[in-house]
């Protein structure tokens, strides 16, 4: 059912990569680029991100801030064909295995271990214990809301945590708190990106477009070396419950795709490789659907085309088109 | 002027029968005072009066026609405890009955129309003497007050029967002398009906025109069930000036259980 | 000596021994709090006081570098609307459907069974499919609060009416009323005092729901900020907001109780 | 015609109305269940009963394979549990506090303003608290639970407490009684079956804040079950889960009900 | 044998006197019978007796020796309502008082000391009439048993004292004549006095061998707060058996208000 239309909601939720999404609401940048496409985008803001998907595929929402991880097990498996239309960041960092006392990651053997479980922290664990020849048999996950993550770190229970920015930071700076593994071990693998419906995608190019420039002149703004990228950046720390400083280190952790070409290099790099290892812990888990055989069963389709997967379930795209038409100057 | 005529009335609730084979028929402008042992059904036989609850089996007739089985205006009531509106002055409780004639949608009236039945109303608070209480609510009155406000309330409708149960149980001796007296002028001036369901003897027969009494005849245990309290006196009182003596051959057991 | 039971305090030890419990509380976190600060000057879980009262100016008195509002009030104002219709709505509803369920046989047939199995459900856990019903602007924070209220107060006013005493609908009767004149002048002007009874007791849930709500999908309000600080362990800011929505809680307790007593006089004259 | 107030169902058509609300809501869920399964067959929301009864099965009748444990049930016992150990310690706190708060003038005086102040927080947002005085493990839980109902209890008991008709008090005095004799024989028989109908009143919030508590950290138990699979949106998983808690609520408080009849004959007997 | 002392005594509540300047004294072994209209201050009299409140002037002295502040077991009490335990068999609300007497700590006797207060409880019972319904609960009797069941548990105590508030207020009239022959004998067998605040002149007449009225004697709207009620008559009554006639020279006004 090919439809255009006018008015348009993307959800995004409290993530340093996912920040400018509010600033380019709050600061008119959004609806510069719809007005040049006539049509109206509203950019929602939610507390809490499962919530922001669950809308998205349930239909409420056209497009969502998601992990490539979230998008494949609640969307795509949902049946909801979704295209990430640009990747934000990838966690070159943000995301930490901290043990208590501790230094080692091989320490974390018989522990407990606090995490949003099935979230990308569960995920990050588990490439870490398989990395070091363990896994998940030899800790017992503990699911633990992410709001709780710094109070449960206080309490005496709790001797070992994946969790993410800024919490992890915020953790990290108790003394007895421990790096022991972050997800700058997993360079790509975990990325933040605008997933948005194959289907609207299709039926609204100026939609895709819209978002596309909204994005990158938001990165340009806030990449500069000046007072406006600054300010920008102190409303983003500041919108996020923290400061300039606090943000600035968020940041670090966080491999921002600034430019149009960087998402286009990274794309053309080993993403089809970065995949397998995402599908293959969701299979594990039972998050591809009860009638899931194999890691494959969701097919994911590359920018070149090529797909990784079932070709006849293609349920994830990736899509480099709009960002290349940007790198052009063609929006 | 009313003729009730009582038919072979049964009430049975579940497998207890409460009243058998009630029958009577009263003079137009009687005043009847039923009286009998508590729990004899005394209250079952005015809520089907009323049309509260239907007879199991026999009817009740209201000058020939059968009753209504639902309450209506044309039977007024008073019982011994809530028969006032606890959230209405006593002028807008008497006013209550008005209304609802005159106003089916909203059940309030304004204008002339509310000037009027505000008239009526004083006036009949007047009779009952309560002039200087008709700003008040319910629980700023004693006893006595709220039953002659209730009183009042009823009459308002010109009800062609007033059913009373044990209205003046709850009153001070002294108290209740004066409301009998009022009770006694109304009844002479609206020529209505009356049951009054009573404890006191005396107060029945200084009432009534005639007395009826309900008890069970058969009470072994095994009976209790099966029967019921039926009519077992029904005595006429002449010349209702006359003191408050019970016949000597009427006895006391019919109060006292 | 006097029994205890017997024992009654002056005015003076009244009033000294309400404000004991609170003085017990204060100072055992002004205890706890200076020994955790002692080992760890930037402690957030238990600040000190000049810490609390610096972020209560900051919210309160200083407007927010990025939108310009006072956050306490903006979050305040959003919360507070919120509940308003929230509280309101869910008051229409459930004395509507209380009165009637209480009064018309055919009624309580149809839907006491409905809102006693609706009364069991934790809204919370059905909480994806209000969204998607209500969609996610204010409507599902203010629908989450009806639905997380308005099975209690339809069950505890259709309590209430039923103990009506079954006298007055007979007199009401007698009076020439039909249904409709019964519900409105007999039945409504009795039920509304009860009413604010209803929806007082109801209020605490009704915070619980609006903070669970705004914790969820959000970007104002109490609930909203007490859920962004978390993340931060910024319990400066947690613990003056617990406050206040408690002195909220306690202000509106209190004016629906003058306006029960101002509003209903015939239920307080007299004894 | 009678009135609609006079006219009464029989008890065919009381049935029939009584589950009338009920096919119209799954018929309601039926027909959007489908319009939405015609336009994605995957759809999550709202799925179909095939779906539904197959979560059912897998999660109630086939061994979970990582754990080897039958969830819906494992998850059950851990709630419930939970719950127990919670309402039984808030029902023995409320118990005491209630009882001689009601009774002692000097304990009233003491803690009537510090409980009414306690019942006005909401305690999900003092979390952060709880978890550093009770930890993170099953403690926690049970204690959110306590302190989400304790207060309710207490206030209600203490209200009904002071109810007891002054008579019988001095009543007993006049026997002898002392102010311990009293409580004892006295009031506590008296207040039992009321502290039950307390703990019913409170059963639905004591299972809302048990959900809350199993959804921020937990390894088990009906919220977690509901919260974690409300991450992938697994409905065919969460409505069972959700009608299960009802019915468990419902029994719950069934079997309150009939262990007061059982108990407290003297409530029942006459009248 | 005891003597009750009541010297110049006056309640004020607020601004709002109740009972100014009582004074009397009783022989040993009395039956007082207080009467007086509605809201005059018979309850607040009892109260004082009790100890529940105490006289704002003035002191009540047993035997010489001023009342203990708070209610004991030598001052017995029946009141209309609420004077038995719902939650205790008829036997149980009897033994209570000696089981409070001799366990402090349980409040409840095992073995022999429970038997023993377990047959002293059904004597009691027995000269109360109840033997027949010792294992029912308060709210499966009628109104007169529950009355004699509180007299009995009151008495199980031999007070000194017992006090009665309109204890057959709510009784119909034959079952109040029967309850009347059991508390004369009771009284006349355990020698106790016993004050009854009563409506019923009759009553009173019938039992007491005084009667006392409490009346306000300044009326006028000016003068309601700053007066109470004082005793406005008291007479003694001689032959017990003598037909409750009230004396010609006492008005009625006592009674009714
Ligand atoms: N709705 C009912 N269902 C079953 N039994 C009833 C019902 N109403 C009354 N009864 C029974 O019918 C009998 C008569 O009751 P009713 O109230 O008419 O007595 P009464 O003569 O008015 O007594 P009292 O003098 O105490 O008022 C009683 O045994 C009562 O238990
Ligand atoms: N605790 C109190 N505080 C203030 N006023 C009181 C209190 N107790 C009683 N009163 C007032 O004292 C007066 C006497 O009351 P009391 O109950 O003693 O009257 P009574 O003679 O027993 O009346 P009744 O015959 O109606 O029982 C009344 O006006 C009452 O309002
Ligand atoms: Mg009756
Ligand atoms: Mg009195």
Redesign the pocket.
């Known amino acids: 059912h090919a439809e255009a239309k006018k008015d348009f909601k993307v959800a995004w939720s409290i993530y340093v990569g996912w920040m400018p999404w509010g600033y380019a609401m709050d600061n008119g940048i959004v609806k510069k680029w719809a007005d040049k496409y006539d049509i109206n985008i509203e950019v929602v803001q939610f507390n809490d991100y499962i919530e922001a998907i669950n809308q998205y595929t349930a239909g409420a929402y056209d497009g969502v801030m998601a992990t490539n991880m979230d998008a494949l097990a609640i969307p795509s498996a949902g049946g909801v064909d979704s295209t990430i239309l640009l990747i934000c960041d990838y966690s070159d960092g943000n995301d930490v295995i901290i043990l208590k006392g501790k230094d080692d990651l091989a320490d974390i053997k018989g522990q407990k271990v606090n995490l949003v479980e099935l979230s990308v922290s569960h995920y990050v664990l588990a490439r870490a214990l398989e990395k070091i020849g363990m896994s998940e048999k030899d800790v017992t996950v503990v699911n633990t809301s992410d709001a709780d993550m710094i109070a449960a770190w206080a309490t005496p229970d709790v001797t070992a945590m994946t969790t993410w920015n800024p919490m992890a930071a915020e953790i990290l700076t108790e003394d007895n708190a421990n790096n022991v593994f972050d997800s700058s071990e997993l360079p790509g693998e975990i990325q933040d990106s605008l997933v948005v419906n194959t289907q609207t995608l299709k039926d609204n190019p100026a939609f895709a477009k819209a978002m596309t420039g909204i994005w990158y002149e938001t990165m340009a703004l806030m990449s500069a070396d000046d007072e406006a990228a600054t300010a920008a950046k102190t409303a983003m720390g500041v919108a996020s419950g923290t400061d300039l400083a606090g943000y600035e280190m968020q940041l670090a952790a966080t491999e921002m795709f600034y430019t149009p070409q960087d998402y286009i290099a990274f794309t053309e790099g080993n993403l089809s490789e970065l995949t397998t290892f995402v599908t293959k812990f969701l299979f594990d888990h039972g998050l591809l659907g009860q009638d899931a055989k194999s890691p494959g069963y969701i097919g994911i389709e590359l920018a070149d085309g090529t797909v990784v997967g079932d070709e006849d379930n293609v349920l994830l795209r990736y899509t480099t088109e709009y960002a290349q038409m940007a790198a052009d100057g063609a929006l | 002027m009313t003729r009730v005529t009582v038919e072979n009335v049964w009430?049975v609730?579940?497998d207890?029968t409460?009243?058998e084979n009630i029958n009577f028929e009263t003079e137009p402008g009687s005043f009847i005072a039923l009286v009998?042992?508590?729990?004899?059904?005394?209250?079952?036989?005015?809520?089907m009066m009323l049309g509260d609850?239907a007879p199991t089996r026999g009817r009740i007739l209201i000058d020939g026609v059968e009753l209504e089985d639902e309450p209506s205006p044309d039977r007024g009531v008073v019982f011994q405890k809530y028969s006032v509106f606890p959230h209405l002055t006593a002028l807008q409780n008497v006013m209550l009955g008005l209304e609802f004639a005159a106003s089916p949608f909203t059940g309030r009236l304004f204008g002339r129309t509310k000037r009027e039945a505000r008239n009526a109303s004083l006036d009949m608070l007047k009779s009952v003497g309560l002039t200087h209480a008709v700003h008040k609510y319910p629980s700023e009155l004693s006893g006595g007050m709220q039953q002659r406000l209730a009183i009042a309330q009823a009459l308002i409708k010109k009800p062609k029967i007033l059913l009373l149960?044990?209205p003046f149980g709850a009153l001070d001796p002294g108290i209740r002398n004066e409301v009998h007296e009022i009770m006694l002028r109304l009844w002479r001036e609206e020529g209505m009906t009356i049951f009054m369901?009573t404890?006191d003897l005396s107060e029945a027969f200084k009432l009534g025109t005639r007395v009826i009494a309900?008890d069970r005849v058969r009470n072994r245990p095994e009976e209790q069930k099966a029967y019921g309290?039926t009519v077992t006196f029904d005595l006429k009182v002449d010349g209702k000036s006359a003191p408050p003596q019970p016949p000597a051959d009427v006895t006391l057991a019919a109060a006292a259980q | 000596m006097r029994r205890l039971i017997n024992r009654r305090p002056d005015v003076a030890s009244r009033f000294g021994l309400m404000i004991l419990p609170f003085v017990i509380v204060v100072i055992a976190y002004m205890v706890a709090s200076e020994a955790r600060l002692s080992v760890n000057p930037n402690d957030k879980l238990l600040p000190g006081w000049s810490t609390i009262s610096d972020a209560i100016e900051r919210m309160a008195f200083l407007p927010d570098q990025r939108t310009g509002d006072y956050l306490l009030w903006s979050d305040t104002l959003s919360s507070l609307t919120r509940l308003g219709i929230g509280v309101a709505i869910a008051t229409l509803i459930g004395g509507i459907f209380g009165i009637l369920q209480g009064l018309i046989p055919y009624f309580r047939a149809t839907f006491n069974a409905f809102t006693g199995v609706l009364s069991m459900i934790p809204p919370l856990s059905v909480l994806p499919i209000l969204f998607i019903i209500f969609g996610l602007g204010e409507l599902a924070k203010v629908m989450l609060v009806v639905i997380g209220i308005v099975p209690f107060i339809i069950r505890d006013l259709a309590l209430r009416t039923a103990e009506i005493p079954h006298e007055e609908i007979i007199k009401a009767q007698t009076l020439g009323a039909s249904t409709w004149q019964i519900i409105l002048r007999i039945v409504v002007p009795q039920m509304l005092p009860r009413l604010i009874d209803g929806v007082r007791l109801s209020l605490g849930a009704a915070w619980l729901f609006l903070i669970a709500a705004e914790a969820i999908a959000s970007d104002s309000g109490l609930g909203y900020r007490i859920f962004l600080m978390r993340r931060y362990l910024a319990m400066d800011v947690i613990l003056p907001y617990v406050a206040w929505i408690t002195i909220l809680a306690f202000a509106l307790d209190l004016s629906l109780r003058l306006f029960q007593r101002i509003a209903f006089r015939w239920m307080y004259r007299g004894n």
């Open positions: 009430k609730y579940g207890q409460v009243l009998g042992p508590s729990g004899c059904g005394k209250s079952t036989f005015l809520r609850e149960d044990e369901v404890h309900f309290a």
